[in-house]
């Protein structure tokens, strides 16, 4: 076993101790073996809440040179205990998708990690397969009303666009005819199946403030109409209170530990570029009652997880964030810059350089918002010095602070100033969080606001369908829901190849599907899918346990 691997296994503590340094009584946590415990609700104190500094660790938009947004959130979160500050990191939880297929993993890297690793990784404490059951168990619900003769409510099977859900990565199951098989099999109709982290389900728990709020929202899933044009909703099927009842122990927080000992919230597991893209609100909440700085993350770049981290989550929770962290790396900054793939670990001023102007329009992105911006080098071995200040220097030039973090191998220490930095902002106090739009807007307005002034597009176009989707929001009265914009990672715009900062392009809205459940309406543009598939060489086939049951390959 390499060093790290012999620290994961004699550093991590009993999760009683954990909850101990929170000040949890260990009679109020439900125990999930000795490393894992779920916090009961009850827990959150709003006048703590109130009291708390949110940190929101984003990105520069991703490239397949990395960021590192989790180990930065980890890593800063060590560097504020080290400064004697109440500090938790509350982050999301891994998709077996991705963990099998492309990442390996997703707790963190090197010394800055969430314990135990592999459970988290892996199954945890089974919050994904409740929800899975609870979106599934509302299919067969509907393909049964389709099918009965006596307690029918007329739905017309075309108009159904509720799928069903797996936690996998499988892409034969995009599209699939069910109810073959005669007439006590069902009806046949063509629907699939998303990756459970898109499930709406995962959304609306993310969303939910409490039991009574998550039943409301699972009751208002929009299902499709009758063949007399009437919309049916979860609540019309009387599904809302077994769903809930699956995922009475999935609304509860997961507490874990940092490698350094301190305590780490995980709940829910959203994707940014489909859904909202961060933690949920009971998991922050939870995280500002019980302590005095909050480090969270919101997936991919600024333009994506952070912006509906803002426009959604905080208008919705009604949350004040102190500062934004934005993580950036010398090597993904030259992949902006032009730089190849190959060609990343050489040093390259001038391509460094070319590649700033996707910072730079982050870093506007973040003051549209009037919250204070903090830029963290996510260091690595193959940065040069001159490299590392062409951005302290352009950072001076923005009145932007700026700190070197070398996490994965320091931990806490390689995050200090970092750290520092942070505490420094918030006691400024010169953030004003404001988000980007009124949610009473016009639907179309708003998703111009967000790809005019975040994306930086010229202007909006829609095809016929989304024209024909704005009718029916407008029809169903959900024109004041919020606007969760499905959108390519690699790029501020809809296109993937556009890297570094794009100007000129123009948006394109597909169609508009809408969570009502969740509460928000979700414009897809480009070549956006709910189910991935697996590369030609996925992680799993590094992923292997030995015969004294040692897991490798999770990264």
């Known amino acids: 076993m390499t060093d790290l691997q012999i620290a994961r296994k004699t550093i991590l503590k009993p999760i009683s101790q954990i909850a101990e340094k929170l000040g949890v009584d260990t009679d109020n946590i439900e125990m999930y073996g000795k490393y894992k415990a779920k916090l009961p609700l009850s827990l959150i104190n709003q006048s703590q809440v109130d009291k708390n500094h949110l940190i929101l660790v984003s990105a520069i938009s991703p490239t397949p040179a990395g960021e590192g947004k989790t180990t930065i959130s980890i890593g800063l979160n060590e560097g504020l205990n080290q400064l004697g500050k109440n500090s938790i990191v509350v982050l999301r939880e891994p998709s077996l998708g991705p963990v099998f297929g ?16 592999e459970d988290i990784n892996l199954h945890f404490t089974g919050d994904f397969a409740a929800i899975e059951k609870a979106h599934n168990l509302l299919a067969a619900i509907i393909d049964n009303n389709i099918q009965s003769k006596t307690n029918s409510l007329g739905l017309d099977a075309r108009t159904i666009s509720w799928k069903r859900v797996i936690d996998m990565n499988d892409r034969a199951l995009r599209r699939i005819i069910v109810g073959l098989g005669g007439t006590t099999s069902g009806v046949p109709r063509e629907t699939g199946f998303d990756i459970t982290a898109a499930s709406e389900i995962m959304a609306i728990l993310c969303l939910a403030k409490d039991l009574p709020d998550l039943k409301k929202r699972l009751g208002n899933i929009f299902i499709g109409y009758t063949f007399t044009k009437q919309p049916i909703f979860a609540k019309d099927l009387k599904a809302q209170g077994a769903m809930a009842v699956l995922l009475k122990d999935a609304i509860k927080p997961n507490l874990v530990q940092t490698i350094e000992g301190n305590p780490a919230i995980i709940h829910g597991g959203p994707f940014a570029n489909i859904a909202q893209g961060t933690n949920s609100v009971i998991a922050t909440t939870m995280a500002m009652s019980l302590a005095d700085y909050t480090v969270t993350e919101a997936g991919f770049g600024f333009d994506l997880g952070a912006e509906k981290f803002f426009d959604i989550k905080c208008q919705s929770a009604n949350l004040k964030p102190k500062v934004v962290v934005l993580t950036a790396t010398i090597r993904a900054l030259k992949y902006h810059g032009g730089a190849s793939l190959k060609e990343l670990t050489v040093p390259n001023v001038e391509a460094l350089k070319n590649g700033l102007p996707n910072l730079e329009k982050h870093l506007e992105n973040i003051k549209q918002f009037k919250v204070t911006p903090v830029i963290a080098i996510n260091k690595f071995t193959t940065d040069s010095k001159a490299e590392i200040e062409v951005i302290k220097q352009f950072a001076q030039q923005k009145g932007v602070k700026v700190a070197v973090a070398d996490v994965w191998a320091k931990g806490g220490k390689g995050a200090l100033k970092l750290a520092q930095c942070v505490v420094d902002a918030v006691s400024e106090n010169q ?20 790809a005019t002034k975040i994306y930086g597009a010229e202007h909006v176009d829609y095809t016929s369908k989304a024209k024909a989707d704005l009718q029916k929001i407008a029809d169903l009265n959900l024109e004041n829901l919020p606007i969760c914009i499905a959108k390519t990672q690699k790029s501020l715009s809809d296109n993937p190849l556009l890297l570094g900062r794009p100007k000129d392009f123009i948006i394109t809205v597909r169609e508009i599907e809408i969570a009502a459940g969740a509460g928000f309406l979700i414009p897809i543009t480009g070549d956006i899918m709910r189910m991935p598939g697996l590369p030609a060489h996925p992680a799993s086939e590094l992923i292997d346990i030995s015969d004294d049951g040692e897991i490798s390959g999770l990264f």
Not at 431 to 450: H, R
């Open 102 to 117: 492309i990442k390996g993993g997703a707790t963190g890297g090197g010394y800055a990690q969430v314990l135990p690793m």
């Open 431 to 450: 953030s004003n969080f404001t988000p980007l739009y009124d949610w009473a807007m016009p639907v179309k307005e708003k998703i111009e606001t967000i």
